[in-house]
């Protein structure tokens, strides 16, 4: 994507210091500021996935993936004990509960090392599962842009070519993914061919990545947005002024009930309502196979009160927390809820679209 007329993808290799690090855009200062963080310690990445420097489903995954080689590498170093590498891995997926991404990546990663060859060995074959894994990566959202894309061009056709507003979630474009995105994605290339489009931007609180990722994303991309309260959209949907809905999704069940940034579910209620088509666009990587109800087996996690006591923006140039709840009252911080399959239209995948159910899922899983 470009940012500041630079193509950039959200993670990338450094080696000036003659070992490996990471380079990663810093998504906690975003909008207000454009900043490259460094990491070279598999702690410092999973730090920086707990504090959402790095965000978004198929980006924590990669992040997850590049952690172990951190570790792997120093491991190597330092002439370690390799069998550290399995704890470290455990701690390395549970940095952040709710997207599978994240430990299906560590698990790629960590069924490619044998105690039975040294570490640096281990090391290389950690990094080249990690570039394997960001290569499908790329071409899932890149794919998901295309199917997706063609779902946005039948509806500008329906449509005479007048305007088709599309309704988004959370930031599910490409600083949650490697690029491209993947709610995101559909629009980029449906914007691309030229069709006329806008995008209603849910702010999404508490982190508020809707009104600060998201639309920093699309003002980039020059496509017309407008940022909404979280409450909007079921008013905006009553009066059609919404053609669509697509959301990301951080972990799809073999059921198809869809995991999304917590809002999601209400914002499926209201399209089921009106009859607006939702669709939760995602790579193949998102999907658990080996649960089936959302709603009981997904663990939800339950973030920091702070992040709802506090609005943080920016003043004179400085970003700044300021108090918005009072001091006494409790606070319930769950960071996604679950949207049972029945309200899901279709699945955007990589392998194309797929009904919202069971067979759904098996079919975008065998698709090839
Ligand atoms: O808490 P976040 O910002 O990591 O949540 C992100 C989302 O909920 C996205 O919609 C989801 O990861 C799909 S991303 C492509």
């Known amino acids: 994507m470009r940012i500041f007329d630079k193509?950039?993808?959200?993670?990338?290799?450094?080696?000036?210091?003659?070992?490996?690090?990471?380079?990663?855009?810093?998504?906690t200062k975003l909008p207000f500021s454009f900043e490259i963080k460094s990491i070279s310690s598999y702690q410092s990445m999973v730090a920086a996935i707990k504090e959402?420097?790095?965000?978004?489903?198929?980006?924590?995954?990669?992040?997850?993936?590049?952690?172990?080689?951190?570790?792997?590498?120093?491991?190597?170093?330092?002439?370690?004990?390799?069998?550290a590498i399995f704890q470290i891995a455990e701690e390395v997926s549970s940095a952040r509960p709710t997207a599978v991404n994240l430990k299906w990546a560590v698990d790629k990663v960590i069924a490619n090392i044998g105690t039975d060859r040294s570490a640096s060995e281990n090391f290389t074959s950690a990094l080249e599962i990690t570039r394997e894994i960001c290569e499908s990566e790329l071409k899932a959202c890149r794919l998901i842009g295309e199917h997706g894309g063609a779902l946005i061009e039948e509806?500008?056709?329906?449509?005479?070519?007048?305007?088709?507003?599309?309704?988004?979630?959370?930031?599910?474009?490409?600083l949650a993914t490697l690029d491209y995105g993947t709610a995101l994605a559909p629009i980029y290339a449906a914007a691309q061919k030229g069709i006329n489009l806008h995008v209603w931007v849910d702010e999404t609180r508490p982190r508020n990545q809707g009104s600060k990722l998201t639309a920093f994303e699309l003002l980039h991309e020059h496509i017309p947005?407008?940022?909404?309260?979280?409450?909007?959209?079921?008013?905006?949907?009553?009066?059609?002024l919404v053609d669509m809905v697509i959301v990301g999704s951080d972990r799809?069940?073999?059921?198809?009930?869809?995991?999304?940034?917590?809002?999601?579910?209400?914002?499926?209620?209201?399209?089921?309502?009106?009859g607006v088509p939702f669709y939760a666009a995602l790579p193949t990587s998102s999907i658990d196979t080996s649960i089936c109800d959302g709603i009981n087996q997904i663990e939800i996690e339950e973030r920091a009160s702070e992040e709802v006591i506090y609005f943080d923006g920016e003043e004179d140039g400085r970003i700044r927390a300021v108090r918005a709840?009072?001091?006494?009252?409790?606070?319930?911080?769950?960071?996604?809820?679950?949207t049972p399959a029945r309200l899901v239209t279709s699945l955007i995948t990589e392998n194309g679209v797929f009904d919202a159910s069971e067979s759904g899922i098996k079919q975008a899983l065998n698709a090839v």
């Open 325 to 338: 709840v009072p001091i006494g009252s409790k606070i319930l911080n769950y960071g996604f809820d679950v």
């Open 252 to 274: 799809t069940t073999a059921c198809c009930d869809v995991c999304n940034k917590v809002g999601t579910y209400l914002k499926a209620l209201a399209a089921h309502d009106n």
């Open 225 to 240: 947005h407008t940022v909404i309260v979280d409450n909007l959209g079921g008013h905006l949907m009553q009066h059609g």
């Open 7 to 27: 193509n950039y993808k959200t993670i990338w290799e450094d080696y000036s210091s003659g070992l490996l690090e990471l380079k990663v855009i810093d998504q």
């Open 155 to 174: 509806l500008s056709l329906k449509k005479n070519s007048e305007t088709v507003n599309i309704l988004t979630h959370c930031n599910a474009g490409w």
């Open 52 to 83: 959402m420097v790095v965000r978004g489903a198929p980006l924590i995954g990669i992040a997850g993936a590049y952690a172990m080689c951190l570790a792997m590498q120093t491991i190597a170093q330092n002439r370690g004990d390799q069998q």
